[in-house]
C-alpha cells in the first residue's frame, strides 16, 4: 500500500531542483517526475512527509521528452493558468480563460511501443497495452496537476482521485481518439497500437473492446464538440471516490459542481434555449455515466490478468501493477464507488 502511494507522491511532489545528475539512483530523493511543470503554486512542504521509496523502473524512455517540456520558458497561456481559480468568469463568453487552459493542458499523444512487424498475439498485445497505460498515467499526472483547483486538494486526495479514476480517463481519451482519427471503425488506443475487429478478438476483451467502440461512436453520433470532451473529461477525474469520503470532501463537491457549472456554460455558448441546453446537459451527463461500467470490466479484466500474468507470458510496468494490485480491488469490493447523474 505504501509503494504505490509512493509513487503517486512522487509524480505530484515538487520538491526543489536536485543539483545532481542522479534521476536513475533509488537513494536519491529527487525524481524527475518532480520535474513535471506545475500551473498553480503550492507549498513544498506538504509533500515532506512523503519520501521517494525507489526508482520507477522501465519510465526512463520518458525522461528525455518530459524534462524538455518542463524546461521550456513559462507561456502567456501557463502564466494565466497560474491566477486561474475554478469560479464564475465575469464577462464569460464561448472563448472563456477556463477552456482555454484545458486546451493548453491537454496531453499530447503517447506510443505505446508496439512492434507491429511481430504476429498479433494475446501476450504480445496486452503487454504492449500495459507499457501504455503506464506512459499515458505519466501524462495524466501532468494533466491532473495543472487543472484548476486541482493542486488545492489534500495531497491525500490528489492521489486517490488519480488512483481510482486513471481507467476511465485513458478510456474516454481513448474513445475520442478513434472518433477523431479512424471515424470510430477501430480502436486507436496509439498511433502504434490501433485495434481492427481481429486484434479485438485477439486480445481475448472482445465483449470491452465492443463497449469501448459503441463509446466512441456516441461522440460522433452525439456530435460532441472538442471544447465538450476536454470539459468532460476534466469533470471524470472528479466522478469516483471511497465510499467513507475524502480527506477533504467538502472540497471535493464544491470542485466538482464548478466543474460542472463550466460545462452547462460550454453548452449554453451555442444554445440559447434552455430546453435545448438542457436536453444537451442531459446527452452529455448520460455519455459520462456510461463510462463508469466499462471501466469497472477492465478493472476486472486487469486485476484477473495480472494474477495469472507469469502464466500466459504478459507483463506488467511495476507502478500499473501496483496501482492494479492495491486501488483495483478498493473498486471492485465497492469500497471505492462512482458518482454518477443518473439513478442506475
Given at each position: 500500500v505504501l509503494a504505490v502511494a509512493m509513487h503517486i507522491s512522487l509524480l505530484l511532489a515538487v520538491p526543489k531542483p536536485c543539483r545532481n545528475d542522479c534521476w536513475t539512483r533509488s537513494s536519491c530523493t529527487q525524481g524527475w517526475f518532480s520535474r513535471l511543470p506545475c500551473y498553480f503554486p503550492l507549498s513544498s512542504s506538504v509533500f515532506s512527509s512523503f519520501p521517494i521509496a525507489r526508482k520507477l523502473k522501465k519510465l526512463g524512455n520518458l525522461k528525455l521528452q518530459e524534462e524538455g517540456e518542463a524546461s521550456s520558458t513559462t507561456s502567456p497561456t501557463e502564466e494565466t493558468a497560474q491566477k486561474l481559480t475554478v469560479s464564475h468568469i465575469e464577462g464569460y463568453e464561448c472563448q472563456p480563460i477556463f477552456l482555454n487552459v484545458l486546451e493548453a493542458i491537454e496531453p499530447g499523444v503517447v506510443c505505446a511501443g508496439h512492434d507491429n512487424n511481430q504476429p498479433?498475439?494475446?501476450?504480445?498485445?496486452?503487454?504492449?497495452?500495459?507499457?501504455?497505460?503506464?506512459?499515458?498515467?505519466?501524462?495524466?499526472?501532468?494533466?491532473?496537476?495543472?487543472?484548476?483547483?486541482?493542486?488545492?486538494?489534500?495531497?491525500?486526495?490528489?492521489?486517490?482521485?488519480?488512483?481510482?479514476?486513471?481507467?476511465?480517463?485513458?478510456?474516454?481519451?481513448?474513445?475520442?481518439?478513434?472518433?477523431?482519427?479512424?471515424?470510430?471503425?477501430?480502436?486507436?488506443?496509439?498511433?502504434?497500437?490501433?485495434?481492427?475487429?481481429?486484434?479485438?478478438?485477439?486480445?481475448?476483451?472482445?465483449?470491452?473492446?465492443?463497449?469501448?467502440?459503441?463509446?466512441?461512436?456516441?461522440?460522433?453520433?452525439?456530435?460532441?464538440?472538442?471544447?465538450?470532451?476536454?470539459?468532460?473529461?476534466?469533470?471524470?477525474?472528479?466522478?469516483?471516490?471511497?465510499?467513507?469520503?475524502?480527506?477533504?470532501?467538502?472540497?471535493?463537491?464544491?470542485?466538482?459542481?464548478?466543474?460542472?457549472?463550466?460545462?452547462?456554460?460550454?453548452?449554453?455558448?451555442?444554445?440559447?434555449?434552455?430546453?435545448?441546453?438542457?436536453?444537451?446537459?442531459?446527452?452529455?451527463?448520460?455519455?459520462?455515466?456510461?463510462?463508469?461500467?466499462?471501466?469497472?470490466?477492465?478493472?476486472?479484466?486487469t486485476f484477473d490478468l495480472l494474477i495469472k500474468s507469469h502464466m500466459v507470458s504478459v507483463d506488467f510496468p511495476e507502478m500499473m501493477a501496483e496501482i492494479i494490485s492495491v486501488q483495483v480491488p478498493k473498486i471492485l469490493s465497492g469500497k471505492v464507488k462512482p458518482i454518477y447523474f443518473h439513478t442506475q
Open positions: 498479433d498475439s494475446f501476450a504480445a498485445l496486452l503487454s504492449s497495452l500495459n507499457e501504455l497505460g503506464e506512459r499515458q498515467l505519466v501524462h495524466v499526472v501532468k494533466w491532473a496537476k495543472a487543472l484548476p483547483g486541482f493542486r488545492n486538494l489534500h495531497v491525500d486526495d490528489q492521489m486517490a482521485v488519480i488512483q481510482y479514476s486513471w481507467m476511465g480517463l485513458m478510456v474516454f481519451a481513448m474513445g475520442w481518439r478513434s472518433f477523431t482519427n479512424v471515424n470510430s471503425r477501430m480502436l486507436y488506443f496509439a498511433p502504434d497500437l490501433v485495434f481492427n475487429e481481429y486484434r479485438m478478438h485477439k486480445s481475448r476483451m472482445y465483449s470491452q473492446c465492443v463497449r469501448m467502440r459503441h463509446l466512441s461512436q456516441e461522440f460522433g453520433w452525439l456530435q460532441i464538440t472538442p471544447q465538450e470532451f476536454l470539459c468532460m473529461k476534466a469533470l471524470l477525474l472528479f466522478s469516483i471516490i471511497p465510499v467513507d469520503g475524502l480527506k477533504n470532501q467538502k472540497f471535493f463537491d464544491e470542485l466538482r459542481m464548478n466543474y460542472i457549472k463550466e460545462l452547462d456554460r460550454i453548452i449554453a455558448c451555442k444554445r440559447k434555449n434552455p430546453t435545448s441546453c438542457s436536453r444537451r446537459f442531459y446527452q452529455l451527463t448520460k455519455l459520462l455515466d456510461s463510462v463508469q461500467p466499462i471501466a469497472r470490466e477492465l478493472h476486472q479484466f
